[in-house]
């Protein structure tokens, strides 16, 4: 048995509280992280940016707070999580306020470089919630805290009325200010983790770097990497790929189109927290299979070509596919602690970082794809192909494992 599977919290009231305060911090987070799908608009009329310019000046912060992750979760296993998570928002916090003040598209590429560590978060927050919890109970904790995700639709929804009402510097400073004042209440609001302080108390040495990124080597990390890189990935990149899928194949105006992938992105993070608990009661496994299996079909039902799928069929199937990818998200980071249970930040962070590279590779791939078809429905085609390629392998995976007589631990089963 572990370090971290025999400290007990200090309290009984202090895993809720560390889940529920991480949980509104990452929300913050990820609607400062997004916060260039509403101003980049405006900074991309105002500095008369090509297309080109203005995917790289929204991507930048979905790029690095992606890579991030890794760093970020490797430093929580040895800084602890209370200290990492409020230095992280507070440096966003920084950047996302300078943001205001760049005048030319480099300082706007610099700031981007900054605002991206708010999306760095995730694999902070992970790392500091799951040893509060017991194995059985780690699934629906993490699938709260990631249910943060709907930040992304607090921005939405917001920014563009206080960029209407006092510009895009407001909204960069007021993001900032906001993320900042939550940093100082994290800081003052939470304690260390279980088993940060167990080490702390006994004296234990950090790891080594290459200790670190051992599990790294193991094949099945870059299994799950994949799985959450459709997850995740694939439905950060519809919600930002759904507004001119919209206006292209169905002629709907952007507010309707925008409302509407605006409605896409909420439900698909509050259901994260259901996708836990499920985890949690019936297994992440199980939790996989149902995932790939409805989104595979799902995803050959969208890639019929858009004179075959009224509007509403559209918006149903696609909706059906986010409820389940936000199930398959959490079941993902149920496996985590349960076989990478001293390893929790480096793993969730590469597993994130994968993640969220899909968020910014896949919408880039989008877009190729329909200028190389002309088919707008291409994009479903290539979530297809990734979802048979992840079925194929988890199965094939599971096989072998029962083959070799390996049991996988109860919790993941």
């Known amino acids: 048995m572990s370090a971290i599977e025999k400290v007990q919290p200090k309290s009984a009231g202090e895993p809720a509280k560390a889940l529920w305060i991480s949980t509104v911090a990452f929300t913050l987070c990820f609607a400062v992280w997004t916060i260039f799908a509403i101003i980049g608009i405006r900074i991309k009329q105002e500095l008369n940016l090509n ?18 992750r890794i760093v970020l979760g490797i430093w929580t296993g040895r800084y602890g999580g209370r200290l990492v998570y409020t230095l ?32 760095g978060s995730f694999a902070v927050g992970v790392a500091y919630v799951s040893p509060f919890f017991p194995a059985e109970k780690q699934g629906t904790a993490l699938g709260i805290f990631g249910a943060g995700n709907v930040g992304a639709a607090v921005t939405k929804f917001a920014a563009p009325f206080v960029l209407i009402a006092w510009g895009w510097e407001a909204v960069a400073e007021i993001w900032a200010v906001g993320l900042a004042l939550m940093a100082i209440v994290f800081w003052f ?19 080594s770097l290459a200790q670190e990124f051992a599990p790294l080597q193991n094949v099945q990390v870059w299994r799950f990497s994949l799985y959450y890189f459709f997850a995740f990935g694939g439905f950060v990149a519809l919600s930002l790929w759904l507004p001119r899928y919209l206006v292209g194949v169905y002629g709907f105006n952007l507010e309707t189109a925008g409302m509407i992938a605006a409605a896409y992105s909420i439900p698909g993070s509050i259901f994260r927290a259901f996708g836990g608990v499920l985890s949690d009661k019936k297994g992440a496994r199980s939790v996989m299979y149902a995932m790939f299996a409805v989104s595979a079909v799902a995803t050959l039902i969208l890639s019929l070509p858009a004179t075959a799928i ?35 930040g480096a793993v969730g962070g590469i597993v994130g970082m994968m993640g969220g590279l899909g968020g910014f590779i896949l919408p880039i ?14 994009c479903f085609l290539l979530l297809f192909a990734i979802i048979a390629i992840s079925l194929i392998w988890m199965h094939l995976s599971v096989k072998q ?7 996988a631990p109860v919790a993941a089963t």
């Not at 609001?189 to 790891?207: I, M, N, Q, Y």
């Open 365 to 378: 791939a989008f877009g190729l794809l329909k200028d190389m078809t002309g088919l707008w429905s291409s």
């Open 310 to 344: 009224t509007p509403v069929i559209f918006i149903v199937v696609i909706f059906v596919l986010g409820f389940f990818m936000s199930l398959g998200k959490a079941a993902v980071y149920k496996h985590i602690p349960a076989y990478y249970h001293d390893s929790v």
């Open 51 to 68: 297309e080109a310019e203005f995917g790289l000046l929204i991507g930048t912060p979905v790029l690095t707070g992606s890579i991030v």
């Open 401 to 407: 494992l029962s083959r070799q007589g390996h049991s």
């Open 189 to 207: 609001t939470t304690t260390d983790d279980p088993a940060f302080r167990l080490r702390r108390e006994r004296g234990v040495a950090s790891k």
């Open 88 to 119: 992280t928002m507070l440096a966003a916090a920084l950047a996302t306020f300078l943001l205001s003040y760049a005048h030319t598209y480099t300082q706007m590429l610099i700031a981007g470089l900054g605002v991206g560590l708010a999306g």
